[in-house]
């Protein structure tokens, strides 16, 4: 157990992967506010749930009166970070990353208070105006290649015999100096990330201890995985992401009401502020009673990455449909002329299509031939897809699995 709060929370909740000299970070934490950092590199205009460890940890943070600085790596995208990639990233013009930017802003007002202390920077402020001789002069001879080398970042990637090229190589040095950058002028002495990020971020710290005999600290998380071993916030379907522009409430909250029973507990620990005695009974649930625990953890996520509004709103529309069968129209409704349907220009493929249930038609096909579609709670039957039998509703409750749901009305 940690004697400062902050580091005692996080650890009790399973987020501490690595660190680096952490009992003197607990012993300075016990006795003052600090300054820490993580990096958000916006190759995309929107995160997922793979970022909800990092920004869960900036809330912890600001949360027991610590400092959190979200740094926007305006200049690192044009890099591109090596970490767990096979492939280079493609080259992102600077219009499309401040676009980006600009967007993801707006995920961090979720977690983060900027009305209290709380920093967001970029680093093409300082990065695009550095000489590039002068940096290699007096950054370059402070890390070697032979400890670059090294790092798993780099090494997993040269094990595979996937080629790097030197503009992805100097991604470390760029890092880095950021984090020397942060700790000169914002006394940042913590970095956290990752656990794929371990070696980019002790590569700062000794930058620090080199140019400035300065103590700096390290902190990773675990890269979360599904009990299933799949990465956190990868789905069949794409990313689950944090905007509602990019993933619907209803969607949201019903991935987290499906997940893995064995992740309950685990995800309830990261993911929501409930206290640690709750989450211990809620885990301790067996058979149909976990799904009490599912509702709680869906609802008290969706009540930080959207709002408490939303989170209420989605319970009772997911009660309304699953548990009392009936019908919401607050999620997504389509309305289609009831002679479409006689005349067979619109079937059961077309409404999935419509409703955007499914990927493809050859994907809707292959779904309703395992058994995964229902329609007002009845199953439909492989290869048949005329809705004319279900013309004596107005209303057509469209079920794909667990998660997906739409409802065609029929018009005259």
Not at 1 to 9: H, V
Not at 109 to 117: A, E, L, P
């Amino acid at each position: 157990m940690y004697k400062s709060d902050f580091l005692n929370e996080i650890n009790s909740r399973g987020f501490i992967h690595q660190s680096s000299d952490i009992e003197t970070l607990d012993t300075i934490m016990q006795k003052k506010s600090i300054t820490g950092y993580i990096g958000f590199d916006p190759t995309s205009d929107c995160l997922h749930v793979g970022s909800l460890v990092q920004l869960m940890l900036l809330n912890w943070m600001q949360y027991y009166g610590h400092k959190p600085l979200i740094l926007m790596g305006g200049g690192t995208t044009l890099v591109g970070d090596p970490s767990g990639k096979d492939e280079t990233r493609k080259i992102m013009k600077i219009e499309e990353i401040n676009n980006n930017i600009e967007k993801i802003k707006l995920i961090f007002s979720k977690f983060i208070d900027f009305n209290r202390d709380a920093i967001i920077l970029n680093n093409y402020e300082w990065l695009a105006s550095q000489n590039y001789i002068d940096f290699l002069r007096n950054i370059g001879t402070k890390v070697t290649i032979n400890k670059m080398l090294t790092y798993d970042s780099v090494k997993s990637r040269l094990d595979r015999e996937q080629p790097m090229t030197f503009l992805e190589f100097n991604y470390m040095l760029l890092q880095a100096f950021d984090f020397f950058h942060l700790y000169e002028n914002y006394d940042c002495i913590l970095q956290m990330g990752g656990s794929d990020q371990w070696g980019n971020i002790i590569n700062g710290i000794d930058l620090i201890r080199k140019i400035k005999n300065g103590n700096a600290f390290a902190l990773t998380s675990p890269l979360i995985t599904n009990s299933d071993g799949t990465k956190m916030g990868k789905t069949i379907d794409g990313a689950v992401w944090l905007s509602e522009e990019k993933l619907s409430n209803f969607d949201f909250f019903q991935f987290w009401r499906n997940v893995d029973d064995k992740d309950v507990e685990k995800f309830l620990k990261l993911f929501t502020k409930l206290e640690l005695s709750e989450i211990k009974k809620l885990s301790q649930l067996q058979g149909k009673e976990i799904n009490e625990a599912k509702k709680i953890l869906a609802y008290e996520i969706v009540k930080i990455c959207r709002e408490e509004k939303i989170a209420k709103e989605n319970m009772e529309i997911a009660s309304n449909i699953f548990e009392n069968k009936m019908l919401d129209k607050r999620i997504n409704t389509q309305n289609i002329a009831l002679s479409k349907i006689l005349n067979d220009d619109f079937n059961i493929i077309d409404a999935l299509e419509k409703l955007s249930l499914i990927s493809s038609r050859n994907d809707a096909k292959r779904i309703i031939k395992s058994g995964g579609v229902k329609i007002n709670d009845i199953k439909v039957p492989p290869q048949e897809f005329s809705l004319k039998k279900f013309i004596n509703n107005k209303n057509l409750k469209i079920i794909v699995g667990k998660k997906k749901i739409g409802i065609i009305n029929i018009i005259e």
